[in-house]
Nanobody, 114 residues
Framework: QVQLVESGGGLVQAGGSLRLSCAAS????????MGWYRQAAGKQRDLVAR???????NYADSVKGRFTISRDNAKNTVYLQMNSLKPEDTAVYYC????????WGQGTQVTVSS
């Protein structure tokens, strides 16, 4: 079993920055993909960014140029640096990790005020 602990959410004004972290622990043999999804109120959960074990990344068009995903394989941790935040970025952000199967974090709220 894999446990994911997220941190870094909160309230920020438009134009501000936040950094999310997600640390994986437990029965980890090999982590492949890591990433972040988000779900705004009343909407479906959508991809924000993903990163492979080799460091290849892909981003949702809406966050390209503003968000940066990275990972520390030694710490089994994935990060999401979010800059130039907009009110439409407001959502619950979920960590996603693939280690033989997919695991989800509990979610962390990000609220961007205008």
């Amino acid at each position: 079993q894999v446990q994911l602990v997220e941190s870094g959410g909160g309230l920020v004004q438009a134009g501000g920055s936040l950094r999310l972290s997600c640390a994986a622990s437990g029965s980890i043999f090999s982590i492949n993909g890591m990433g972040w999804y988000r779900q705004a109120a009343g909407k479906q959960r959508d991809l924000v960014a993903r990163i492979t074990s080799g460091g290849s990344t892909n981003y949702a068009d809406s966050v390209k140029g503003r968000f940066t995903i990275s990972r520390d394989n030694a710490k089994n941790t994935v990060y999401l640096q979010m800059n130039s935040l907009k009110p439409e970025d407001t959502a619950v952000y979920y960590c996603w990790v693939v280690a033989l199967r997919a695991y989800w974090g509990q979610g962390t709220q990000v609220t961007v005020s205008s």
